[in-house]
Structure formats: structure tokens, C-alpha cells
């Protein structure tokens, strides 16, 4: 009898320890060799802006009109002028896209996007991104340009 209890414990043990593995590569989690880390910064004259990073594959679920809750979920963030603020993106193409926070709406949808820059980084990688005003409107550039 104690051998089987023990026999049944390490069979629950291996299976508990084979379902992890695959657990953390599952289709939409984002894993650590995956992601790309951006630390964006708020180099524009005052205003609060916020920032998303959408893969190229993701971008296929971001068709207009975008709820911000869906953007908050993949990573979309508000940067307070002056600030940065690392976010993770999927590895290979996409684009940044950046508003004016004024103009996203909790509990809204997205407007139409102020800026976007397309990127192509290796999964791993580690890069600036510098969010400016541009003409009334926002400017991005990966990487960071020294405007100051």
C-alpha cells in the first residue's frame, strides 16, 4: 500500500513538472527570449503621453477601433512628461505607437495614433525609444535621439 501512495506521489510529481515547461512557452504568453524591452521616454514639451508596442502578429488582433483595456493588457502604458518607462514587445517586427494621453479614455477605445515607428529586433534585445513633439503632434525614434 505505501508503495503505491509513493509510486502515485512521483507520478504526480513528473506530470506537474512536465506541464510547466509547456505552460510557460504557451501561444500568447510572453516569454523572456521572446520579448524585446524598449525603455521609451517622454521627451516632448510637456505633455502626457501614452505608449504601446504591438507585434507584427499581434497587430492582426488590433483592428479599429482598439479598446484601451485591450491595450493595457498588451503592454500600453502612460508616461508622464519628462519620465521612462521600459516595456516589453514582442521580438521581430512591430511598431510603437504612441498618443496623447488626453486623448485615451479609460474604459474607451483608442483614437487614431499621434506617432508610430516600426521596428525589426532579434528576441532578447534591448533598445531606447524617444517619444517628441513633432509639429503639434508626436514624433518617435528608435533609438532614442539626444534632443537635449
Given at each position: 500500500?505505501?508503495?503505491?501512495?509513493?509510486?502515485?506521489?512521483?507520478?504526480?510529481?513528473?506530470?506537474?513538472?512536465?506541464?510547466?515547461?509547456?505552460?510557460?512557452?504557451?501561444?500568447?504568453?510572453?516569454?523572456?527570449?521572446?520579448?524585446?524591452?524598449?525603455?521609451?521616454?517622454?521627451?516632448?514639451?510637456?505633455?502626457?503621453?501614452?505608449?504601446?508596442?504591438?507585434?507584427?502578429?499581434?497587430?492582426?488582433?488590433?483592428?479599429?477601433?482598439?479598446?484601451?483595456?485591450?491595450?493595457?493588457?498588451?503592454?500600453?502604458?502612460?508616461?508622464?512628461?519628462?519620465?521612462?518607462?521600459?516595456?516589453?514587445?514582442?521580438?521581430?517586427?512591430?511598431?510603437?505607437?504612441?498618443?496623447?494621453?488626453?486623448?485615451?479614455?479609460?474604459?474607451?477605445?483608442?483614437?487614431?495614433?499621434?506617432?508610430?515607428?516600426?521596428?525589426?529586433?532579434?528576441?532578447?534585445?534591448?533598445?531606447?525609444?524617444?517619444?517628441?513633439?513633432?509639429?503639434?503632434?508626436l514624433g518617435i525614434s528608435i533609438?532614442?535621439?539626444?534632443?537635449?
Amino acid at each position: 500500500m505505501i508503495r503505491r501512495v509513493a509510486m502515485g506521489l512521483l507520478a504526480m510529481g513528473a506530470l506537474v513538472l512536465m506541464a510547466a515547461p509547456a505552460q510557460a512557452g504557451a501561444s500568447g504568453v510572453r516569454g523572456v527570449k521572446r520579448t524585446v524591452s524598449i525603455k521609451v521616454f517622454n521627451d516632448t514639451e510637456g505633455e502626457g503621453i501614452y505608449v504601446v508596442g504591438v507585434g507584427e502578429k499581434q497587430a492582426q488582433g488590433f483592428q479599429p477601433p482598439v479598446p484601451v483595456k485591450l491595450a493595457n493588457q498588451n503592454g500600453g502604458v502612460y508616461i508622464a512628461p519628462g519620465n521612462s518607462k521600459t516595456i516589453l514587445v514582442p521580438g521581430g517586427k512591430g511598431a510603437l505607437v504612441a498618443f496623447f494621453a488626453g486623448d485615451v479614455q479609460k474604459g474607451g477605445l483608442l483614437p487614431e495614433p499621434e506617432a508610430e515607428a516600426f521596428y525589426n529586433l532579434a528576441p532578447g534585445s534591448k533598445t531606447t525609444a524617444g517619444v517628441f513633439t513633432d509639429n503639434g503632434g508626436l514624433g518617435i525614434s528608435i533609438p532614442r535621439m539626444n534632443l537635449k
